[in-house]
């Protein structure tokens, strides 16, 4: 089956734009599987903001993401968005859905097939629709996020840009939380380990939970030793990583992926994350990093850094989360798709 | 034509059951359009929550209203309501929207017409979606509550039902507020014109607006002359109008149609409305009711409250917001949209 000549379409979602300036993961992904998919010669249109960059075609009715126009009722961004999308399903052999539950609703009306890759359920609540629409392909990016209900064709991890991050033989003397701030990603459980370490610490990311911030994070903050130098774009995450000892990811619920995990691994940096979730499907504990269970071994770990190969850490993302082997992955996924749709005729 | 062969769909919100236990204008106006057409003797099938009640066929995939069971994420609720609807769009001739814009996203992607009632615009956003389907078949609730980009078939005034309304030829002694507590609504206003006229003041309905209530108005309440008597359903709303001596409806925006003015003027119960909106199209000033423009305009107004003719009003309502009334205005569009239909074939 020669899959290259049928026409893909990939629907990012339009929170911000693809891929974001700082934050925006899901975006960032979707991103990358485009231009993958662009690289490997396949004609891709990519659905997302109209401020979208991409070597695909772009096709958008949202001027900008909606969490950088607040003037939007994102359901209504949201909607319109998706049927724009949806009313040109003919035009393509496959939609490739990276937004979330809502397209699924539009599946059963369009004749195009649609894959569902589930970057998380924000909520139990969700999960009524997924459910619902069982007879949809979906895609988990990592074993540990899946509902046992649902049916999945693959798990297809993440794939980051490697040209964006440099590789780092020589460790930098910070410790460093990088993220959204938000209890979930245990950022007041860095600022502990930092404390006990007596080691400086560097927070950044996007302020989610503001009350989280001001109250459990603010009262450490400082200009030196413990300092917030918030979201940071690629170019800032890079330099980010010349400064860093090692990432601490204390998530404090089960992660779902983990990006922040391979890109500082792809700088040949260590991580230390919390044995939730998809960390030990990301990390290989003991060679690019430590899974630990509480704030004493994350602070044991910090001890146990020198022992890491810096060069693993970047080999082990080369081998395993490039959007190059992203794209693989999800080529095999439609091809799949596309015999079983032949099957069905 | 036959019209009366076709197959009609109606799709209810499900914030709330149809017909609603309290509050819940859209269901209730859902509702009594489903009754309607199948005391008229047409093919009615009802989208709504598991527990609504109707003569039509009921079909339903939501347990509850979103609203009754805060377990539900609204998003959630919604899509798989419309969509479950829009799955089945091939059983009926036409589907009668009365849920609001996100539906129209689903239209293009199904063969059967679709009519939306526009109930309100809950925020000027919503009109991007409005705007972006002007191939929809629309029909407002009022004149004054149309946007004016917008093609409309017509306006149908909300048809309410009469015999769950006594008509009361004696007036009580108290003035009434009745509606959502909000801002909009003007409650605060009712309470000021009460005051002034040292008349006892019942406040009805559900509170939509926590901190206007506990800032604005509960300290004003107390267990004689200015209370708050909670929710009501249609019956004890036939009570309440018992003692009514006048409606307040002090509203600070546009009103869209007004329906507790009709259930009011049916119970026999002049009504004093701001002059804002759809007011004037629901109140024969002078004759029903009065418009006023300001609380001191109130005042007079409910000085002036044994002039109207409380036969008058109910007449009124009979001859123009009955469920009958409303029943054949939509068969009129429901023939329009079929005629068209017809010609595009």
Redesign the interface.
């Given at each position: 089956m020669n899959i290259k000549n049928k026409r893909i379409a990939v629907l990012s979602p339009v929170a911000w734009r693809t891929p974001p300036r700082a934050y925006g993961a899901w975006e960032t992904v979707a991103g990358n599987i485009t231009e993958g998919l662009v690289k490997h010669g396949w004609d891709v249109t990519l659905f997302a903001t109209k401020d979208s960059i991409t070597r695909a075609n772009l096709k958008a009715?949202i001027e900008k993401g909606y969490e950088e126009d607040k003037?939007?009722?994102p359901?209504?961004?949201e909607?319109?968005h998706?049927?724009f999308c949806?009313?040109q399903a003919h035009k393509f052999d496959l939609i490739h859905n990276n937004f979330d539950?809502?397209p699924l609703?539009?599946s059963?009306?369009?004749k195009t097939p649609m894959l569902t890759t589930i970057h998380g359920f924000s909520?139990p609540?969700?999960l009524?629709?997924y459910r619902?629409y069982k007879d949809a392909y979906y895609v988990s990016i990592s074993d540990s996020d899946r509902d046992s209900e649902l049916p999945y064709l693959a798990t297809v991890y993440n794939g980051i840009e490697l040209s964006n991050i440099t590789f780092r033989q020589k460790a930098g003397d910070k410790l460093v939380f990088l993220g959204r701030i938000h209890p979930d990603k245990g950022t007041h459980l860095a600022i502990e380990v930092a404390k006990t370490c007596g080691m400086d610490l560097l927070i950044a990311g996007i302020i989610q939970d503001q009350r989280y911030f001001d109250t459990l994070l603010k009262p450490h903050l400082n200009d030196s030793t413990i300092q917030y130098v918030g979201p940071v774009d690629p170019v800032q995450r890079d330099a980010l990583f010349e400064q860093t000892y090692t990432v601490l990811h204390l998530n404090t619920i089960p992660e779902r992926f983990g990006l922040v995990l391979a890109e500082a691994m792809a700088a040949g940096v260590p991580v230390i994350a919390m044995d939730l979730g998809s960390c030990r499907e990301v990390i290989i504990d003991g060679q690019t990093g430590y899974l630990v269970n509480n704030v004493n071994e994350a602070v044991e770990a910090v001890a146990k850094i020198d022992h890491i190969d810096r060069k693993k850490c970047r080999q082990h993302v080369e081998e395993n989360f490039s959007i190059e082997r992203m794209v693989c992955k999800y080529e095999n996924v439609y091809e799949q798709i596309f015999r079983m749709e032949a099957s069905k005729k």
């Open positions: 009715v003037t939007q009722i359901k209504v961004s909607c319109l998706i049927s949806m009313e539950y809502l609703t539009y059963r009306l369009i909520s609540d969700i009524r629709v619902s």
